[in-house]
């Protein structure tokens, strides 16, 4: 179940709500449908930042425990996905400010990023530990973090606490901020290397 009140590992799209529903379908109607659906739940999580704060106040009233990362997420690898669980793991509900285009080649250079900011947007939205993406174009998420204010603001190992931008603003509201270990052999950098690479 995320902060919106959806499951998203059920969200009723089982194939015997389906068939039971909707009598007569075919294994590829079935599969279409099923497709859509997960398409549809995606896209309800990125927001504008305008509609973010809304839900992030809606959380608060409720007394949700809302979490923070940010990055720029090109080439998806299993260090994402799992510095990703374990933020979530920390609270109610994951926001994942995603650096736009511009921001990732002012921070990575020229031929970066690999995907653009929306199939990056599509990618992270797809995962169950992400309940909302935003993204933003500003060289840090400092303005971000200070209208959204989460209770708990995660980065990785590689970044010193005293570094980590928003620390002040999300400290002095009463928010945590926590550095994740970092996860050995999992860069995007490297990935690109190694493609290169092949003979």
Known sequence: MNAAGENHTRAGYSRENVTRTRPGLSAGLLCRFAVNSGAARVMTKLLKIDSLVDDRER???????VVFTNGCFD??????IRYLAEARALGDALIVGLNSDRSVRALKGEGRPILD???????????????????????????????????????????PLDQIVGREEVEAAGGKVISLPYIEGSSTSDIIQRIKEIP
């Open 59 to 65: 959380l608060r009233r409720e007394g949700k425990r």
């Open 75 to 80: 080439l998806l690898h299993p260090g994402h």
């Open 117 to 159: 900011e929306s199939e990056r947007a599509e990618v992270i939205a797809a995962l169950a530990a992400v309940d909302y993406v935003v993204v933003f174009d500003e060289d840090t998420p400092q303005e971000l973090i200070a209208r959204l204010l989460p209770d708990v603001l995660v980065k990785g190992g590689d970044w």
